[in-house]
């Protein structure tokens, strides 16, 4: 017998179902512990500041009180994204705020 899920497309699958069902935040809640939620806020609020590009590394990690190294692992995931994912990830991240 084999797990029910078993790679991440399976996970993101179940995330966008639990959506349909309004149940996101009780299935991410459950899901993650409250230090994975605060580091997946960091991470988000990384990825906006480095697709903004207005201030540097050492800035954003001032800013966000992080290390370096977390900002630079952050940037190298950015530098993947195609300009067209770029543009659009920072539509989506704007329209928080």
């Known amino acids: 017998m084999k797990p029910q899920y078993q790679d991440w497309s399976q ?3 179940l995330i966008e179902r639990s959506h349909d069902d309004d149940l996101q935040s009780t ?3 459950l899901l993650l512990t409250p ?3 605060e ?3 960091a991470r988000v609020n990384i990825v906006s500041e480095l697709l903004k590009g207005e201030l540097s590394q050492r ?3 001032q800013l966000l009180g992080v290390g370096v ?3 630079t692992r952050g940037s190298a995931e950015v530098k993947r994204l195609s300009d067209d994912d ?3 990830l920072l539509r989506i991240l704007d329209q928080s705020e």
């Open 11 to 13: 996970i993101l699958q």
């Open 86 to 88: 770029k543009a659009a």
């Open 39 to 41: 580091a997946v806020t």
């Open 27 to 29: 299935l991410l809640t």
């Open 69 to 71: 190294a977390t900002i």
């Open 59 to 61: 800035q954003i990690s």
């Open 35 to 37: 230090d994975e939620r």
